[in-house]
């Protein structure tokens, strides 16, 4: 087991930021493949970003490209997502994730390729 605790979730207006951050206890996280994800009432879980455990390529989806910022902190063993110019389409629970595996690509989009996960922490942005 892989405890992951998100936090920093909160109501803003539209092009407000907000920092959300994903502490994985007891464990070292640059073992593991970290990502963010992504969920409305009624939808499927949506991927945001990821980050491989190789240190590769930080991969972003589409619609928060530019915006979204994944960072990580190994000393603290934590990972951040900042983002900026929120809309109100990025209201949703973010989850953390977390696996031993390395997905690249499509496949690190894929919430089925991660193990652990955190409870969530709602972001809503009004409009």
């Known amino acids: 087991q892989v405890p992951l605790i998100e936090s920093g979730g909160g109501l803003v207006q539209t092009g407000d930021s907000l920092s959300l951050s994903c502490t994985a206890a007891g464990r070292t996280i640059n073992m593991y493949s970290m990502a963010w994800f992504r969920q409305t009432p009624g939808k499927e879980r949506e991927f945001v970003a990821s980050?491989?455990?190789?240190?590769?390529?930080?991969q972003y989806a589409d619609s928060v490209r530019g915006r979204f910022t994944f960072l990580k902190d190994n000393a603290k063993n934590t990972i951040y997502l900042q983002m900026n110019s929120l809309k109100p389409e990025d209201t949703a629970t973010y989850f953390c994730?977390?696996?031993?595996?390395?997905?690249?690509?499509?496949?690190?989009?894929?919430?089925?390729?991660?193990?652990?996960w955190g409870p969530g922490a709602q972001v809503t942005v009004s409009s």
């Open positions: 994730a977390a696996t031993t595996g390395l997905p690249l690509y499509s496949d690190a989009e894929r919430p089925d390729e991660y193990d652990y």
């Open positions: 980050m491989p455990w190789s240190g590769g390529n930080t």
